[in-house]
């Protein structure tokens, strides 16, 4: 049984087992992740009726997404890990939205200041895991022809991701022995800084 | 008027008669009461309605043994949900604390779910059950047990700036201290960048906390609550500890503590430590000086937990981020304080008289207690210009000498204005720049004319830190103040009034 969490969009909070989404809290919200996080934790648990020490580790999404909700769920996830002495299992987010499609799929999402993010997946294999081709990548938004052109994707854009599913995905990874996600987050943009220089003041 | 007084041999009569009726299946005999009342280890309270003893308890607890047992509570029929019985219980914990006792223990009956719930509501926690302990009746005793909390243990999370602070306190004593900065990561810019900073948070956090869970020797089993910034600061920054804190508080079921940046600042120094000035401890009220990157706040504290007041504050720069953007202006690296500091080494303080900011008349009327760099800074860039325009080398020793002497002069001058208006004679310095030399030697000059009594607790606990956050909370605890919501948010304006979000 897992925790997991992603608040690359808004913030979804689920806890899942191998039968399924045993509880879940998501907020489409895409501010309010610091205040959210920590009542939907402790909802999703009580409805679920765990304790956090019969947890075997907590998912996460790692993004892409506007970087400030999104670190709110990595350090949640990774500050509960510590708490419970269980692994994260971090996961791309964009992989949650493939994850149960039979199709071969282009994933979009939001990546403010005109620029979508996207992923592209083939079609599952027989073990059902999503199976990434290309990305997490920026696009401006004038520019989202260049990638939506590759014929053969069914468009998905997502404005939420469902931690249900992203955990079930975690879950699915572990049981199959599948490599992690990344260990770090899924910024793919440096911060943005402009080195200003000083202003002249005499008149 | 119900009150309480000590209960004597006198009134054995009323408290067996109670006893007979409140208990009737297990009631105490006359002989064990008239013992327990009078017993060395025991303290028996009555509770009195005119000359009537309308409610008895009794708490057992050795001194020395550093625990107490909560006996017995009972109330007259007529005269419960009145609160008695609340009251009876405080005084019996008083006395424990007053006896230092670090656990009290209770047992209550299981089909009596409005005790229970009383005594979860002064911090009692079930710990077992004795199943059919109560005969003749076969009912389960819950065993109940509230630890000493007037010396919480408690994690204290710090992400308002650029420093990832983590410490561990037990009440006032400090056991960690760990601190992962990302200044080096912002020197290139002159000045904090928050996504860098919020970046390195995320990256220093749990790294972080393991290493003051090894520095103080505890496991996150041990913590009696889980404390973090909630503001003011950085937003984004806030909210990477923010965020981190409630996990882990829920993970590991510790009640969570949202407390003010500013306030721990005050915090910081109840921790033991060797002051670097001052002596003895923290006495209150004093006026509070905190001067950092992010704040140039003057503050009346009255109590650390119930009552601090905003007097002034910068209607501009920060103290810190003048010396940042000065030392850019003259060509040194960040962080300017200490670049600043070794430039005006060699220069004269005197030389140029720049502008203290709000000291006008007209402006003191309006802003007595608050700050203005702004305009500081202006000057000395026109100097820099000037010097430039005429050809001439900028004589960057003497603009630096002079330049802190100003953020130095007016900074004290409010500050010990502060102190004679409101006839409190004590100043407490905190924050990052506390770390300037200067700033430091012509406090204790200045106090010591003024016959303020100055203190400064070590550098490590003016910067900013978890410890103080963790103090902070602390102290709200042994207070008896109640966990924070789960739903606060981060609020990088929080008011110093909001001592616990």
Known sequence: ?203 | MIRLRAATPDDLDAIDALEQVTFPSDAWSREMLAAEIVGAHGYYLVAVDADAVVGYAGLLAPRGSGQADVQTIAVAEASRRGGIGAALLDALLAEARARAAEEVFLEVRADNPGAEALYASRGFERIAIRPAYYQPDGVDAVVMRTRNLQRALVLGIETSCDETGIGIVRGTELLANVIASSMDEHARYGGVVPEIAARAHLEALTPTIEEALRVAGVRLADLDAVAVTSGPGLAGALMVGVGAAKALAVATGKPFYAVNHLVGHVGADLLNHEPLVGEGELELPTIALLVSGGHTSLLLVRDLVSDVELLGETIDDAAGEAFDKVARLLGLPYPGGPEIDRAAAAGDPTAIRFPRGLTAPKDLERHRYDFSFSGLKTAVARHVEAAVAAGEPVPVADVAASFREAVVDVLLTKALAACRDLGVPRLLLGGGVVANRRLREAAVERCADAGVALRIPPLSLCTDNGAMIASLAAQLIAAGHPPSSLGVGADSTLPVTEIQA
């Open chain 1, 1 to 203: 049984m897992l925790l997991a969490i992603d608040t690359s969009t808004g913030t979804s909070v689920a806890v899942v087992d191998r039968a399924g989404t045993r509880a879940e809290r998501t907020s489409a919200d895409t501010r309010g992740h610091a205040e959210l996080i920590g009542g939907f934790i402790s909802e999703v648990l009580a409805e679920a009726g765990v304790a956090p020490d019969g947890l075997e580790g907590v998912a996460v999404g790692m993004g892409p997404g506007p970087f400030t909700g999104l670190r709110v769920g990595i350090a949640a996830a990774r500050a509960f890990a510590l708490g419970i002495g269980r692994p994260v299992l971090p996961v791309v987010s964009h992989d949650a939205v493939a994850y149960g499609r039979s199709e071969a799929v282009l994933v979009v999402t939001d990546a403010r200041r005109r620029e979508l993010a996207w992923s592209r997946y083939a079609a599952p294999g027989a073990d059902g895991l999503p199976v990434r081709l290309e990305g997490p990548s920026l696009v401006p938004v004038a520019d989202l022809d260049v990638v939506t052109s590759v014929a053969g994707y069914v468009r998905v854009d997502a404005a939420t991701i469902d931690a249900g599913l992203l955990g079930l995905l975690a879950l699915a990874r572990l049981d199959a022995g599948a490599q992690p996600g990344p260990s770090e987050p899924v910024y793919l943009r440096a911060p943005d800084v402009t080195l200003s220089t000083p202003k002249k003041v005499t008149p």
